[in-house]
């Protein structure tokens, strides 16, 4: 990721108190959360923030979360709101975890700021840390928020330039497929203002079933 971008985001940490309540996401947690096992599992959130609302909503249920994120002041923030969840300082386009180690992944408002040609391989490390029928939920840009179809450059939010990359959605199935993830959903939101893709995977139950190289 630009290196400014985690000065960015240590920034925002101090004004995150005024700005808790502006996304509301109960609306694909919930449905998410129902479609996985009813037993508590293991949650992975890559760039967890502060932990909230993903890792919270899943540490309240029981499960067991490991929270992923750049953001040193991020992850000051997750110690109060997320005390029970494991926490790694690093960027999420780069950590590596044991194969089979996570029933759900989920990547909010974070995988748009890794350049997009780095997300095939993270597809495909989903895949492997997904156990067969594990799921993954991750927030998408699309020409709705940059105003391309494709787009690799920086644009304005909370006062700050951010860096942002996608392809087409279309583009985004297949990289999905060749990395073994069957996409379950593809939702256009508007929430706080934004309108993205979210995105639904599931890692195919069958433990025949692997990515194609």
């Not at 840009?141 to 450059?153: H, I, K, L, N, P």
Request: proline share 10%.
């Amino acid at each position: 990721m630009p290196p400014d971008l985690r000065k960015i985001y240590d920034g925002f940490a101090e004004t995150y108190e005024a700005n808790r309540g502006l996304f509301d996401m109960s609306g694909l947690l919930e449905p998410f959360f129902h479609r996985l096992p009813p037993r508590p599992g293991r949650l992975l959130d890559l760039g967890c923030g502060a932990g909230e609302p993903f890792p919270r909503f899943f540490l309240d249920r029981g499960w067991d979360v490991t929270g992923v994120d750049f953001s040193p002041r991020m992850l000051e923030l997750a110690a109060r709101y997320a005390p029970r969840m494991h926490t790694l300082c690093a960027d999420l386009a780069d950590v590596d975890f044991p194969p089979a180690a996570f029933d759900a992944v989920t990547c909010i408002y974070a995988l748009f700021h890794v350049p997009r040609a780095r997300h095939p391989p993270l597809f495909q490390r989903l895949f492997r840390w997904l156990r067969p029928g594990g799921k993954v939920l991750f927030t998408y840009a699309t020409r709705d928020y940059t105003g391309a179809d494709e787009f690799e450059g920086t644009k304005e939010f909370m006062g700050q330039r951010l860096f942002y990359s996608h392809t087409t959605p279309e583009n985004l199935r297949t990289q999905l497929d060749a990395a073994g993830l069957v996409p379950d959903a593809f939702d256009r939101r508007a929430i706080g203002g934004e309108t993205f893709l979210w995105v639904t995977a599931s890692r195919p139950a069958s433990p025949g079933l692997n990515p194609r190289r």
